[in-house]
């Protein structure tokens, strides 16, 4: 009965450390933006309250829907574009955004520590653990499902065989505020890609069928990849790996030219998801020069 007490004790603890990991992490991402305009500050704080409830209704889930920038499926408290274009516009830097990257630390750690708890061994933590590739060669290959449906799968050739350029976006998760805000931007800015001989592909981690069901409601022009596992995000160094909860895709974007080379690498997305589009936008528009 002792042995039992003690182990609930200790889940207890490990979940509050998880809650004050992720509020420490908004609380950073408030100090960021402290700067922007009023309107964009207050929706800020609308997303961390109603996050917070979200994150302690879906303790039983996985760890992307744990992340208050993916969970607000059912809450209608995602920045509009007109909010997100009130920011200052960021220059891209190869980095991941540190509140993002802190928070799955933080719940890595949390996870390490209740293993070892409960079973005296000691867990290693992956998360964020990642490189990317470099600019100016030629960019990882791959083959992946696609939501196009019939068991059709999509490969690097495939899309560079178009003479086209591509745009690749990998997301966490469909259906999520941030996520269906990018996907919309990209949709809204479709026939400007068309323009500028490009095309748009997005990949995540989630399965072909909700992928196709995401397109299909948000009636978007392009299509998405399955990453099940996370092994592209990987090569693309834009996995989130936390042990006992698998892997997850970093919301980060690749611009590759027509020849499969790697052109350019949009890191910072997160702070500026409704304009992000329009940035890419400029960068197709730079580098065709």
Request: charged fraction near 20%; aromatic fraction near 8%; hydrophobic fraction near 35%.
């Amino acid at each position: 009965m002792r042995c039992f007490t003690i182990k609930c004790v200790l889940l207890m603890t490990v979940g509050a450390t998880m809650v004050n990991g992720y509020v420490q992490a908004n609380r950073n991402v408030m100090r960021i933006n402290s700067a922007s305009a009023t309107s964009a500050s207050t929706s800020s704080s609308r997303i961390t309250d109603g996050s917070i409830t979200t994150f302690r209704r879906e303790t039983k889930t996985t760890l992307r829907s744990h992340d208050p920038r993916y969970n607000n499926r059912d809450m209608n408290t995602a920045p509009t574009a007109k909010q997100e274009e009130s920011k200052d516009k960021i220059t891209p830097q190869m980095k991941m955004p540190s509140s993002r990257k802190e928070f799955f630390q933080k719940a890595a750690g949390s996870l390490a520590v209740a293993s070892f708890g409960l079973t005296g061994i000691a867990q290693p933590s992956n998360a964020a653990a990642n490189i990317l590739p470099t600019i100016g060669i030629p960019a990882p290959s791959f083959t992946l499902p696609n939501s196009l449906g019939k068991g059709e799968k999509t490969s690097l050739s495939d899309l560079t065989s178009k003479n086209k350029w591509t745009v690749l976006y990998f997301y966490p998760a469909s259906f999520t505020s941030g996520c269906t805000l990018e996907a919309r931007g990209f949709q809204r800015d479709f026939n400007q890609y068309i323009a500028l001989n490009s095309q748009i592909v997005g990949v995540s981690v989630d399965n072909v069928e909700k992928n196709a069901q995401f397109c299909q409601e948000e009636q978007l022009g392009y299509y998405m990849l399955s990453d099940l596992g996370g092994n592209v995000s990987k090569l693309y160094g834009t996995a989130l790996s936390v042990p006992g909860f698998g892997t997850f895709s970093n919301r980060q974007t690749y611009v590759i030219d027509p020849k499969g080379e790697l052109k350019w690498v949009f890191t910072d997305v997160e702070s500026h998801v409704g304009r992000h589009s329009r940035e890419v936008l400029d960068k197709l528009k730079e580098l065709q020069e």
